[in-house]
């Protein structure tokens, strides 16, 4: 049984705006499951349902089994960290952390054994006297989560905890919460607009785009396998270029053209002739032996140590690469970007679904 199930979740605010739109999807037992998409597109919102802080406009939310419809937020056994974590200001990280316990009348002891195993879990036992503003902000997150793991719910909900942080311990503690998941068999669904964060987290990736789920899949599922072109542009980085054009059958040749060139693609593109559609190839996709050449204006080159990305036009077609540093690409140079065929991707120009 799935420790968390979503059926056709939806939430309409004003007449027009839905927020979320006949969501879907399960959550098994454990499972660090990410929620990721830009902002305003309905993160927010799910887990605010899933914590009964929203009523639904209508669909189902079940936790183990049992619907959740008509329970009360604090009867729903699930502990929401949000991006701006509000401790307690006069209490000590102690009081902090013990004050649900409290609330909720456990004996003094248990409160006692929950708090100093909690804080020894997140290497925070030396800062339990202090008060929140004499922490530094990733150590004031540390507690925020700390106030939640004390009740050992059944479920944590995570709005976009770490985007607050400087880059750096973002990174570290993105580190810290992967960790931590296995450390004490969280069930978590973590939301953030950060691809990187997503990839690098999720064991279960849901994107929303506009209220309604794009895809549900692990990291590489998404990567390598985008159903659209909104989840094959947002995962990834830099995101996938993108050319439209239209694909024709040329002296029995299968041939992609657009405004600015043209390209041989495979005997397997047959079916797509006559389709109008959108190309897609990743920077890191580009190859510097096989495939049929395109010769780029460079623009700007961008050094990331071993390897450089490339920023270039093709008439008015803008492309970004990575090329190996010894390709040596010179600003206001033509440069060749070869394109395997086996490595596009193809949506159609309408619907945007990837075609098959
Ligand atoms: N209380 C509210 N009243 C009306 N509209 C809202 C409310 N909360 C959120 N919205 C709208 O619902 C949409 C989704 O918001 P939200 O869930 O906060 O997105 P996210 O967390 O992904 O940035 C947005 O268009 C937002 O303006
Ligand atoms: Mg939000």
Request: proline share 5%; glycine share 6%; charged share 25%.
């Amino acid at each position: 049984m799935p420790r968390l199930l979503l059926e056709s979740v939806t939430k309409v605010y004003d007449r027009d705006v839905y927020a979320a739109k006949d969501i879907s999807f399960a959550v098994e037992p454990e499972e660090f499951t990410v929620l990721v998409g830009p902002s305003g597109c309905g993160k927010t919102t799910t887990l605010r349902l899933i914590a009964g802080l929203e009523e639904l406009t209508s669909g189902n939310i079940y936790i183990d089994g049992k619907c959740m419809n008509d329970v009360s937020p604090k009867d729903r056994d699930v502990a929401m960290v949000f991006q701006n974590y509000a401790l307690y200001p006069h209490m000590s990280v102690y009081d902090n952390m013990a004050f649900g316990l409290r609330m909720r009348k456990y004996p003094k002891q248990k409160v006692n054994e929950r708090v100093v195993e909690t804080a020894r879990t997140l290497g925070i036992s030396s800062l339990l006297e202090r008060k929140p503003r004499q922490l530094s902000g990733g150590q004031r997150q540390r507690v925020a989560l700390g106030r939640s793991i004390v009740r050992n719910p059944k479920l944590f909900l995570f709005d976009e905890p770490l985007s607050n942080l400087d880059a750096k311990m973002r990174v570290q503690m993105r580190a810290e919460l992967a960790r931590l998941h296995k450390k004490i068999r969280a069930t978590i669904i973590y939301v953030t607009h950060d691809q990187v964060e997503a990839m690098t987290l999720g064991q279960k990736i849901i994107v929303l785009k506009e209220g309604e789920v794009q895809q549900v899949a692990d990291p590489m599922g998404l990567y390598k396998k985008p159903r659209n072109k909104f989840v094959a542009g947002f995962i990834g980085s830099p995101p996938m270029n993108f050319v439209s054009g239209s694909i024709v059958k040329r002296n029995r040749k299968i041939v992609f053209c657009s405004r600015d060139f043209t390209l041989e693609l495979n005997k397997s593109s047959e079916k797509m002739v006559e389709h109008e559609v959108i190309l897609g190839i990743r920077p890191t996709d580009f190859s510097v032996t096989r495939g049929s050449c395109l010769e780029i204006i460079v623009d700007v080159i961008e050094p990331m140590g071993t390897e450089l990305y490339v920023h270039g036009r093709l008439g008015e077609t803008m492309f970004s690469a990575r090329v190996p540093e010894d390709a040596a690409p010179r600003v206001g140079n033509s440069f060749a970007l070869k394109i395997d065929p086996a490595r596009i991707y193809f949506f159609d120009e309408k619907t945007e679904q990837k075609i098959k």
